[in-house]
């Protein structure tokens, strides 16, 4: 059967099904299709999805969100990057800047000079946060937007948000019901399969409806309704890289400035976050059950607040790892029922945005041609096991050895994908992408050299050039950087006077 799809239903809320219904809907509704969700107010959402990566701001501008009413509706802040606390030793830091390091690649890189200038001054050349303008602005806890003149250091700059996950969804609900998307409430009993090609005929609720589809979205968390619930995809576990397996949330009042910023600390069986929102600040230890008990990691959560308990603390277990296929049949999984890589990096909602825009992109009709779920997988996979590197990297080069967790970190073999990028950069410098990589250059570059990973190779094309003359460049640049930074205003008056949200109700 061929022609395109009649009716696509997405299966669960929350923030993954929420962000797919209105994409989804804004790209198919011309054409007839009708999109429709199924969700209960009786199950919670996971909800930890409070920072991001800049690539929220693509898919909030091409549901036309504007970015003001955006942040007051979800009592947002803006994220210039990551702090990593404690990862080498306790009482260092480093920081994950978004944008570039003016130049990131080449003989001419950022890189290739500030090696030039550590040789020859030691200490006094800065670290290479100092020449990452969202580093410098982090620092100082100032904020505004990027400036479109390439010649301004505040060009070189990206930035992306902190906010309600709980409220965004709400945001997204209300929008999307706008546009036509129907929302069944009810919680789902049962999958019934279609004998003949194995696709999902229908879902059944648990009142006796019946809602059926051409194609399905699981959106249903960790429960995966559909995915391995009813289509059984087998799970890829990450968890001999990534051991960390539990989470504790909790809320607590906000104390002090709001940083534009998300802290990641180093901890004995894990790490901890904060996140700060206009109205609170967000905080979770993630840590491995085989390294601490569940009852310890709680007590050190709490102990390690600034501020005071806005809840009782929220347990969250979970896998790392990736579906073997992310679409089967006639359903495809997004969000965490496709899989968790973990929060360390902010990349849920990427994930959930990137599974999206492939589903957009490669939207079968009802023909439901084979090659378009294969590319979808294969892309996918991809994108789950290089993000997986990523987050590998900042625990696999970190230089702590004083407890168990770390020391078994240490001990273990890494991926043959990331060891190489490891070797090549220490070795050259040069950091090996393939195919569009969802973290690119600069950020390898940040945490490998926040972790202490230092290459060996001096570039032969800068070695030519005056030592004098790199040295005099990279002094004026950081100083640019910095006084760049001195006249914006703090991150707080730039809320206050664009973007303060009204207090909840």
């Known amino acids: 059967m061929t022609g395109p799809l009649r009716k696509i239903l997405v299966v669960g809320g929350g923030t993954a099904g929420w962000m797919t219904a209105c994409a989804l809907n804004q790209a198919v509704r011309a054409g007839g299709t009708v999109v429709e969700l199924v969700e209960s107010d009786d199950i919670g959402t996971v909800g930890v999805g409070e920072a991001t990566v800049p690539t929220i701001r693509d898919f909030n501008r091409g549901l036309g969100l504007d970015e003001v009413a955006f942040i007051k509706a979800t009592q947002g802040s803006f994220k210039l990057g990551i702090e990593f606390r404690d990862w080498t030793a306790t009482g260092t830091a480093f920081f994950h800047g978004f944008g570039?390091?003016?130049?990131?690649?080449?003989?001419?890189?950022?890189?290739?000079?500030?090696?030039?200038?550590r040789d020859a001054q030691g200490a006094a050349a800065g670290t290479l946060d100092d020449y990452h303008m969202a580093a410098v602005m982090a620092r100082?806890?100032?904020?505004?937007?990027?400036?479109?003149?390439?010649?301004?250091?505040?060009?070189?700059?990206?930035?992306?948000?902190?906010?309600?996950?709980?409220?965004?969804?709400?945001?997204?609900?209300?929008r999307a019901e706008a546009q036509g998307v129907i929302r069944h409430e009810g919680r789902i009993a049962t999958t019934h399969l279609d004998s003949a090609t194995g696709h999902i005929a229908a879902v059944a609720l648990r009142d006796g409806r019946r809602l059926e589809a051409d194609l399905f979205v699981d959106c249903s968390g960790?429960?995966?309704?559909?995915?391995?619930?009813?289509?059984?995809?087998?799970?890829?576990?990450?968890?001999?890289?990534?051991?960390?397996?539990?989470?504790?949330?909790?809320?607590?009042?906000?104390?002090?400035?709001?940083?534009?910023?998300?802290q990641a600390i180093a901890r004995e069986a894990g790490w901890q976050?904060?996140?700060?929102?206009?109205?609170?600040?967000?905080?979770?230890?993630?840590?491995?059950?085989?390294?601490?008990?569940?009852?310890?990691?709680?007590e050190r959560l709490?102990?390690?607040?600034?501020?005071?308990?806005?809840?009782?603390?929220?347990?969250?277990?979970?896998?790392?790892?990736?579906?073997?296929?992310?679409?089967?049949?006639?359903?495809?999984?997004?969000?965490?029922?496709?899989?968790?890589?973990?929060?360390?990096?902010?990349?849920?909602?990427?994930?959930?945005?990137?599974?999206?825009?492939?589903?957009?992109?490669?939207?079968?009709?009802r023909g439901f041609n084979p090659a378009l779920a294969a590319e979808y997988n294969r892309i996918q996979a991809l994108e789950f096991d290089r993000i997986r590197d990523f987050i590998i990297l900042h625990y696999a080069g970190a230089r702590r050895a004083d407890t168990a967790f770390w020391r078994d970190i240490a001990a273990m073999t890494l991926p043959d994908s990331l060891q190489y990028k490891i070797d090549t950069f220490r070795e050259t410098g040069v950091?090996?992408?393939?195919?569009?990589?969802?973290?690119?250059?600069?950020?390898?570059?940040?945490?490998?050299?926040?972790?202490?990973?230092?290459?060996?190779?001096?570039d032969p094309v800068l070695a030519g050039m005056r030592k004098a003359e790199v040295l005099e460049g990279m002094r004026l640049r950081r100083e640019a950087l910095s006084a760049a930074a001195a006249r914006l205003p703090t991150h707080e008056a730039f809320i206050e006077r664009f973007c303060k949200a009204a207090d909840l109700v």
């Open 100 to 117: 570039d390091y003016v130049v990131n690649e080449g003989p001419f890189s950022t890189l290739n000079q500030w090696l030039v200038a």
């Open 140 to 174: 100082a806890g100032r904020f505004a937007a990027p400036d479109s003149d390439p010649r301004s250091p505040l060009s070189y700059f990206s930035y992306a948000f902190h906010f309600d996950a709980g409220l965004y969804a709400r945001l997204l609900r209300g």
């Open 222 to 262: 960790f429960a995966a309704l559909l995915t391995e619930g009813a289509l059984k995809v087998p799970f890829v576990d990450f968890g001999h890289w990534l051991p960390v397996d539990r989470a504790w949330a909790v809320p607590s009042a906000a104390a002090g400035a709001i940083s534009p910023y998300t």
């Open 273 to 298: 976050w904060r996140i700060p929102l206009q109205h609170r600040t967000g905080n979770g230890y993630v840590f491995s059950s085989g390294h601490i008990s569940e009852e310890a990691a709680r």
């Open 302 to 365: 709490m102990a390690g607040l600034d501020g005071r308990a806005l809840a009782e603390p929220r347990l969250i277990r979970f896998r790392t790892g990736r579906r073997a296929s992310f679409w089967s049949g006639n359903c495809v999984a997004i969000g965490l029922s496709s899989g968790f890589v973990e929060p360390l990096e902010s990349t849920s909602i990427s994930l959930i945005q990137g599974g999206i825009t492939r589903l957009v992109n490669l939207l079968p009709d």
């Open 431 to 458: 950091v090996p992408l393939r195919d569009a990589e969802t973290f690119v250059t600069a950020s390898w570059q940040a945490i490998m050299v926040g972790l202490g990973m230092t290459p060996t190779r001096r």
